[in-house]
T-cell receptor
Framework: DVKVTQSSRYLVKRTGEKVFLECVQD?????MFWYRQDPGLGLRLIYF???????EKGDIPEGYSVSREKKERFSLILESASTNQTSMYLC?????????????FGPGTRLTVT | AQTVTQSQPEMSVQEAETVTLSCTYD???????LFWYKQPPSRQMILVIR??????QNATENRFSVNFQKAAKSFSLKISDSQLGDTAMYFC??????????FGQGTRLTINP
């Protein structure tokens, strides 16, 4: 089974702090994704990566950056956390970009910025 | 641009009943894929069922089936003989080609004993 893990289930940070959210997948998937989930808005794509060292902006990249130095790891960085970034963050991976491949999700990190 | 709309924010049914969750979408493409994902409380999101747009036959997975109406751009999920473990958020999603998944707003389904 594919396993996608995220470094923390719950995180509380202060406004202005730099925040790192880590995601690791163990199935040699090429593609990885970061979403935020907010009530009534569904999942919105922040950034994604088709392969190592590659990154593409999603629908709501402002205030975020990402890093993918190794194939299995995709990090989301909040350069200076703000209260409007309080949300549930979900990481996902997919085998590759072509075909209807299923995305596998991590358990999520609920981030609170105070 | 692709859009996915789920018009039912919440639904509630009794155990063993059948329930249908609605989803409509918009895309300019002919070839695409549609998904229903399930997110149980405090648990990981998992794929429930997948439909390929070029297949006319509706997908089924045990108690889960879809009603795919391509011309109407409608993709509803039917859960038969609902169980307490079906309580979850359900998301409809669309992907075309190598593009990203686009999700609906979600429907919170509660199965009551």
């Amino acid at each position: 089974d594919v396993k996608v893990t995220q470094s923390s289930r719950y995180l509380v940070k202060r406004t202005g702090e730099k925040v790192f959210l880590e995601c690791v997948q163990d199935m040699d998937h090429e593609n990885m994704f970061w979403y935020r989930q907010d009530p009534g808005l569904g999942l919105r794509l922040i950034y994604f990566s088709y392969d190592v060292k590659m990154k593409e902006k999603g629908d709501i990249p402002e205030g975020y950056s990402v890093s993918r130095e190794k194939k299995e790891r995709f990090s989301l960085i909040l350069e200076s956390a703000s209260t409007n970034q309080t949300s549930m963050y979900l990481c996902a991976s997919r085998l590759r970009r072509t075909g209807p491949h299923e995305q596998y999700f991590g358990p999520g990190t609920r981030l609170t910025v105070t | 641009a692709q859009t996915v709309t789920q018009s039912q924010p919440e639904m509630s049914v009794q155990e063993a009943e059948t329930v249908t969750l609605s989803c409509t979408y918009d895309t300019s493409e002919n070839n695409y894929y549609l998904f229903w994902y399930k997110q149980p409380p405090s648990r990981q999101m998992i794929l429930v069922i997948r439909q390929e747009a070029y297949k006319q036959q509706n997908a089924t997975e045990n108690r889960f089936s879809v009603n795919f109406q391509k011309a109407a751009k409608s993709f509803s999920l039917k859960i038969s003989d609902s169980q307490l473990g079906d309580t979850a958020m359900y998301f409809c999603a669309l992907i075309q080609g190598a593009q990203k998944l686009v999700f609906g707003q979600g429907t919170r389904l509660t199965i009551n004993p």
